[in-house]
């Protein structure tokens, strides 16, 4: 209970530019990618779908891809070079980022929320393999992840619900995280 206790509160959003350059080897990413796949799953449909940009050319395209997108589609009183920059940068920033994919069954036999629901828990399964790494990570929910369909190849029922971010941390140490208190979300019945 004592190492999963820590390792559940000892889990922050981490950004890319707190990355360093050093590498994250394919092994890792896979072992973290294995472990995403034990998430639970109602009727087994098993809603989790990832794309891998692992590559410098993979990451350099979704950079430019970020890039090209928020050009085209940032009204003008938003648009800044600075934020521009600072969005399409991250794929580079990063040692690694999935796309994260949900797959409706075909058969529509359970609402869209239990397979948004599966997926989050698959993402906690990497968020948390990434903290027992070391590797700092997030969850970002950027508007563009919905056009993203093109550079994922998105297939029939697949909707991209994020990017996860992820890379080996400049400095590790961060302070804790504030939660408000349990017992105000709680009630005993
Ligand atoms: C579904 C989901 C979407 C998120 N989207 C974003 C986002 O778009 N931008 C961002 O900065 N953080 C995003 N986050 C991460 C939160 O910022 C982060 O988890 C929160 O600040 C709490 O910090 P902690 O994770 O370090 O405890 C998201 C987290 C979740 C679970």
New binding site residues.
Partial sequence: MQSITELIRS?????PKNYSDKEIPRLLIEEILENANWAPTHKRTEPWRYRVFHSLESRQRLSDYILADFKANTPADLYSEAKVNDVALRPLQAGCVFAIVMQRDPAQSLPEWEEIASV?MS?QNI?LSCTALHIGS?????GFISRLGPILELGEGEKC??LFYMGNLKVVA?AP???GKIEEKVRWM
């Avoid at 997030?138 to 950027?142: G, I, L, N, Q």
């Fill in positions: 889990r922050r959003a981490f950004f989050a993402v968020w997030y969850w970002a929910t950027p619900i994020g961060r995280a504030q939660r």
